[in-house]
């Protein structure tokens, strides 16, 4: 899929979106185990909230599903940062930035993370219409496309 003409095609942009998405050894693999460590943190962590752990016992699990979004989040745009033009990447940002700011939302905490957490599996299995729909723009670009 060709990249639209309203892409700059400069040298900055083609590295932040190349006309293909890149490639890299193990890609596939790397991709789903970040998503099932984060899948495993981030329920942990929930669970941890819902069931009122102390904040000592549940702050590593916030940070291990904080990092381990951030390592998808990587992976993602190494591919290519159009990522971040399209929906899924808008949600998934929006999520990184929610989960941030979590500890200042005192006890709303655990249903802004269960949002978060419904959100996240609304938003995974959505159809390609709707993950890879162009926020910024329009059209379709050939952003990260690994299933992972």
């Known amino acids: 899929m060709k990249q639209p003409e309203y892409i700059h ?3 900055f942009f083609r590295t932040l979106i190349p006309p293909e998405p890149r490639r890299y050894a193990g890609q596939r693999w790397a991709k789903m185990i970040a998503r099932s460590t984060h899948v495993v ?3 942990i962590y929930l669970g941890a909230l819902v069931f009122e752990i102390d904040p000592e016992t549940r702050g590593p699990w916030f940070l291990a ?3 381990s979004g ?10 290519s940062g159009g990522f971040l033009l399209q929906l899924r990447g ?8 929610l989960l941030a700011c979590a500890p200042k939302f005192g006890a709303a905490v655990v249903w802004v993370t269960a949002a978060v957490a419904f959100c996240s599996v609304i938003s ?10 162009l ?14």
Request: proline share 0%; aromatic share 12%; net charge positive.
């Open 70 to 79: 951030l390592a998808m989040v990587c992976l993602d745009l190494y591919e």
């Open 90 to 97: 808008l949600v998934t940002v929006s999520k990184l930035v």
């Open 124 to 133: 995974s299995h959505a159809t390609a219409n709707f993950r890879y729909y």
């Open 9 to 11: 095609s400069g040298r």
């Open 41 to 43: 943190f981030a329920g």
């Open 135 to 148: 926020v910024w723009g329009r059209g379709r670009i050939k952003a990260a496309e690994t299933r992972g």
């Open 65 to 67: 599903a904080l990092l």
